[in-house]
């Protein structure tokens, strides 16, 4: 079963991998890269103290404490412990991954920790701002999403690879979520 499941997910990310275009080759660079989304970094942090106040410097620790629980353990708790190969450092796919500006990233892939960390920011901050913005979680799905498909389509991570990285941020967000309420009322309840 494992195996099937295996090659089901090299041949997903054959078929995406393969869709590519000089313009879309950059597109994605640019979706893949961090420092591009600073501006919606800003603007979300923004919502964060527009609606929550003075509570939005103790939710920027909360912000924080998602992406360190989602990057370390898509590293320390399945990249280090799995070992899969990334699709473009698979020896059984040489020559078949297209790969932009000819970046790998490192040996192993599963679990992306892209997916992960988009993930995770776009469940914390949905159910932190939901109440307020109803709207405000499917921009930010979307948003993990795109990033997520800019990995596959990078040549660097397998579906399976986002599928993993999408699920672990989800289960930080929320559990990230969750601590937050019950330390914001336990601790910081008149905190305005």
Not at 90 to 106: F, R, W
Not at 148 to 174: K, N, Q, T
Request: charged share 15%; with cysteine; hydrophobic share 50%.
């Amino acid at each position: 079963m494992l195996d099937f499941l295996i090659s089901l997910d090299k041949s997903i990310f054959l078929a995406l991998n393969q869709l590519h275009s000089p313009f879309f080759d950059q597109l994605m660079w640019w979706i893949s890269d961090k420092y591009i989304w600073i501006p919606v970094y800003a603007f979300l942090l923004y919502l964060v103290f527009r609606y929550k106040g003075k509570q939005g410097f103790i939710l920027l620790f909360f912000i924080a404490l998602v992406v360190t629980l989602t990057d370390q353990t898509s590293v320390k708790l399945f990249k280090d412990v799995f070992e899969r190969l990334r699709p473009c450092h698979d020896p059984s796919l040489e020559g078949m991954v297209h790969i932009v500006n000819n970046k790998c990233g490192g040996q192993f892939g599963f679990v992306s920790s892209h997916a992960a960390n988009t993930f995770g920011i776009a469940v914390f901050l949905t159910k932190l701002l939901n109440p307020h913005i109803r709207w405000i979680g499917w921009p930010l799905i979307i948003w993990a999403a795109v990033v997520s498909y800019s990995r596959i389509y990078l040549g660097v991570h397998f579906p399976g690879d986002i599928i993993g990285g999408a699920l672990l941020g989800i289960f930080w967000g929320l559990m990230t979520y969750y601590l937050y309420r019950f330390t914001k009322h336990r601790f910081f309840y008149n905190f305005a």
